[in-house]
C-alpha cells in the first residue's frame, strides 16, 4: 500500500469514527429530551395544591359557578359547588346539569343531573365519596369510603351490574370529574406539577363502559405559565395549567376562570366562571329531577 492509500485509509477511519460520535450524540440527545418530556415530569410531579374549600374557618361557605359551552358557544349546562366546614369536616356538594337535547340519550327529563358530594377529613384527607346520575334511564353511582390504613375502597352500579375497585388513599388528594376538573387551588407557581384522579360519572352513557371507566387514569398537571386574559370583560393575570387533554386558567387568589377539554361524546367543552345564582340553580335542579 503506497504513502497515499495509507493517508486515505486514516481519513476514511477518521470520518468513519466522527460519524460514529455524532451519531451516539444524536441518541442520548434524543433520548434525553424524551426523558424530559414523558419520564421527568412524573418523577417531579408534588404534592397537589389546596382548595381553596379546604381552607374555609367554622361556619364559612364557598360558592362556585360554572357555565357551560360547547364548541359554538351555546351553553348546554351548568355546575355548581357549595362547600362548608363543621369542625374537623369539609362537605363539598357538587351539582352539575346538562341538558339533555345535547346528550346523545333518550330521557323524558329536560336534563341530566350529576351530583357528587365529597367529605374531607382534616386528619385523613378525602374521607368519603358519593355520586349520583339522574336522568339516563339507569342507575348510576359510585361510593368510596377511607379505610386505615391507606385505602379508599369503592363501589359501583351501571344499571343492573355492580362491581367495587380500590384505590390508594394518596391517590384521592386531587380528585375531580371529566366534566368539572378543577374547582380552586392556591399556591400555584410556574412549573408546580401534580397528578390529578379523574372521575367520569357519565360513562354509563355508553353500553358496557362500568367500572373501568368510572375512574379514569390520572393524569400530569402543570403550570406552564401566566397569561393576561380577558374575564367578564376585565383583563385578569392567570396561570395556565395543562395537561394532555385540558386546560384551566386560574386567578392569583386561586379562582379557576375557565377550562377547556374534550369528552366522547359531547366534544369540545368550555367551563366559564359565573357569579353565582340560587334561583337558577334550583329552577335546573328542578328539571333534572325525576318525580
Known amino acids: 500500500m503506497d504513502r497515499a492509500d495509507a493517508r486515505d485509509g486514516e481519513w476514511l477511519g477518521m470520518i468513519n469514527r466522527w460519524i460514529g460520535i455524532a451519531t451516539l450524540g444524536l441518541m442520548l440527545s434524543v433520548n434525553a429530551a424524551l426523558l424530559m418530556r414523558d419520564v421527568l415530569p412524573d418523577w417531579l410531579a408534588g404534592e397537589p395544591p389546596e382548595s381553596r374549600a379546604l381552607q ?13 359551552y360547547d364548541r359554538e358557544r351555546h351553553c348546554i349546562g351548568h355546575s355548581w ?12 356538594r357538587h351539582r352539575t346539569v346538562i341538558k339533555a337535547p345535547h346528550l346523545p340519550v333518550d330521557t323524558e327529563l329536560k336534563a341530566v343531573r350529576i351530583d357528587t358530594h365529597l367529605n374531607f377529613h382534616e386528619d385523613v384527607g378525602l374521607d368519603e365519596l358519593r355520586v349520583h346520575v339522574f336522568g339516563l334511564g339507569v342507575t348510576i353511582k359510585l361510593e368510596g369510603e377511607f379505610y386505615l390504613p391507606d385505602d379508599f375502597a369503592c363501589k359501583w352500579q351501571v344499571g343492573e351490574r355492580r362491581g367495587k375497585f380500590q384505590l390508594p388513599a394518596h391517590a ?31 360513562s354509563g352513557i355508553i353500553p358496557d363502559w362500568g367500572a373501568r371507566n368510572m375512574m379514569t387514569d390520572g393524569v400530569l398537571v402543570r403550570v406552564a405559565r401566566m397569561e393576561e386574559v380577558v374575564h367578564h370583560g376585565a383583563p385578569v393575570q392567570a396561570f395556565v395549567l395543562e395537561t394532555e387533554k385540558l386546560r384551566a386558567w386560574v386567578t392569583l387568589d386561586g379562582r379557576v376562570i375557565r377550562q377547556e377539554f374534550d369528552l366522547p361524546l359531547l366534544g369540545t367543552l368550555t367551563l366559564v366562571d359565573e357569579p353565582y345564582d340560587d334561583a337558577l340553580r334550583q329552577q335546573e335542579l328542578r328539571e333534572a329531577m325525576p318525580r
Not at 56 to 68: A, K, M, R, S, T
Not at 81 to 92: A, E, K, N, P, Q
Open 56 to 68: 374555609l374557618g367554622p361556619g364559612d361557605e364557598l360558592n362556585v359557578q360554572f357555565g357551560i
Open 81 to 92: 359547588t357549595r362547600s362548608t366546614r363543621s369542625g374537623d369536616l369539609v362537605s363539598v
Open 172 to 202: 384521592t388528594r386531587a380528585m375531580g370529574d371529566v366534566i368539572r376538573p378543577f374547582e380552586s387551588l392556591t399556591g400555584l407557581y410556574v412549573g408546580r406539577s401534580w397528578r390529578l384522579e379523574l372521575l367520569n360519572p357519565l
